[in-house]
């Protein structure tokens, strides 16, 4: 099994920047991807976006691509959402999982953590 905690959620003002972290633990060798996944109030969780563990191949969702920056640090089983120039409708709460292959649904979710976007 793979565990995944999420860190770096917090309030911020329209325009403004927050960096989350996920930092995975247990199976960590069964990882072939880590991805960040969203949910607003009432809505769907969707893809953010996510990132081969070996080769660093990245996906965005278009309403991020530009803002939103993913990437990871193999040596420390860590993968980061840098998110700039945020707005309102980023507000969620912001997801990491992992998947073991190319075929294999995100299967291990973190908990969690609040994005807010508010002036």
């Known amino acids: 099994q793979v565990q995944l905690v999420e860190s770096g959620g917090g309030l911020v003002q329209p325009g403004g920047s927050l960096k989350l972290s996920c930092v995975a633990s247990?199976?960590?060798?069964?990882?072939?991807?880590m991805g960040w996944f969203r949910q607003a109030p009432g809505q769907e969780r969707e893809f953010v976006a996510d990132?081969?563990?070996?080769?660093?191949?990245?996906r965005y969702t278009d309403s991020v691509k530009g803002r939103f920056t993913i990437s990871r640090d193999n040596a420390k089983n860590t993968v980061y959402l840098q998110m700039k120039n945020l707005k309102p409708e980023d507000t969620a709460v912001y997801y990491c999982?992992?998947?073991?292959?190319?075929?294999?649904?995100?299967?291990?979710w973190g908990q969690g953590t609040q994005v807010t976007v508010s002036s």
């Open positions: 990132i081969t563990w070996s080769g660093g191949i990245t």
């Open positions: 247990g199976r960590t060798v069964s990882i072939y991807a």
């Open positions: 999982a992992s998947r073991s292959s190319t075929l294999s649904a995100y299967g291990y």
